[in-house]
């Protein structure tokens, strides 16, 4: 089966650009996940979809920051507007429901750098 | 909110040896993963722990669950040139449909052949 896709893989923009990420999670994969790693941190949890809802989005940093997962399927992280801090990798994963306990499969991520 | 302390932070090693990395957890989690992250690709699983105590291996990987539930360790063996990469762990807590993981910041591991 395909992996997790993400797009693009590389992105670099200005502050006050907005960017948009978007990631294809694996078919049948009703979990999508959105995580953050700042360079030399730790991966940081955004937020989580099952299916089309928002279930839980503690870790979106502010309101720049829009996702949404229309229909269910592919997901869009939307960044509006860049700030210099927002530079880093964002990852997406994917998981069945029920087979979260064994842990997700994550795309290979974009890396934005804001300048 | 929940931190993971993570060491160290890098190791470079000579092929053939042996490698030990750490997690600790100002909190307890009920799960415990190991994902290896290579260059321009996203983190990939090595080991998921379920129950404290809990010692398993996968190939020449070895980990294990602490019984306190706030720390675990990850051994390699016979360290080959291939184990490079970035080594993170993750705590879970299982609850409802939601399966948040907290990262620790990884072990950059280099292996000279």
């Known amino acids: 089966e395909a992996g997790v896709t993400q797009f693009p893989s590389h992105s670099v923009i200005e502050k006050g650009q907005t960017v948009t990420l978007r990631c294809d999670p694996i078919?049948?994969?009703?979990?999508l996940y959105w995580y953050r790693r700042v360079m030399g941190k730790e991966i940081k949890f955004l937020l989580h979809?099952?299916?089309?809802?928002?279930?839980?989005e503690s870790g979106m940093p502010n309101n720049r920051f829009l996702a949404e997962r229309t229909g269910g399927t592919y997901s869009t992280l939307k960044v509006q507007p860049a700030e210099l801090e927002d530079s880093g990798v964002y990852f997406c994963?994917?998981?069945?429901?029920?087979?979260?306990?064994?842990?997700?499969?994550f795309g290979s991520g974009t890396r934005l750098t804001v300048v | 909110g929940q931190q993971l302390n993570q060491s160290p932070q890098s190791m470079f090693i000579q092929e053939g040896e042996d490698v030990s990395m750490n997690c600790t957890s100002s909190?307890?989690?009920?799960?415990w993963l190991w994902y290896k992250q290579d260059p321009g690709e996203g983190p990939v699983l090595l080991i998921a722990?379920?129950?404290?105590?809990e010692l398993t291996s996968n190939g020449r990987l070895t980990a294990q669950f602490g019984i306190t539930r706030k720390d675990s360790f990850l051994n390699i063996s016979a360290s080959i040139p291939s184990d490079v990469g970035i080594y993170f762990c993750?705590?879970?807590?299982?609850?409802?449909?939601?399966?948040?993981?907290?990262f620790g910041k990884g072990t950059l591991l280099t292996v000279n052949p």
């Open positions: 722990l379920y129950k404290a105590g």
């Open positions: 994963a994917s998981s069945r429901l029920g087979a979260e306990v064994h842990g997700y499969t």
């Open positions: 979809f099952v299916k089309e809802s928002k279930q839980d």
């Open positions: 993750a705590g879970a807590n299982s609850g409802g449909s939601n399966y948040k993981l907290t």
């Open positions: 909190s307890i989690f009920n799960t």
């Open positions: 078919s049948g994969h009703d979990n």
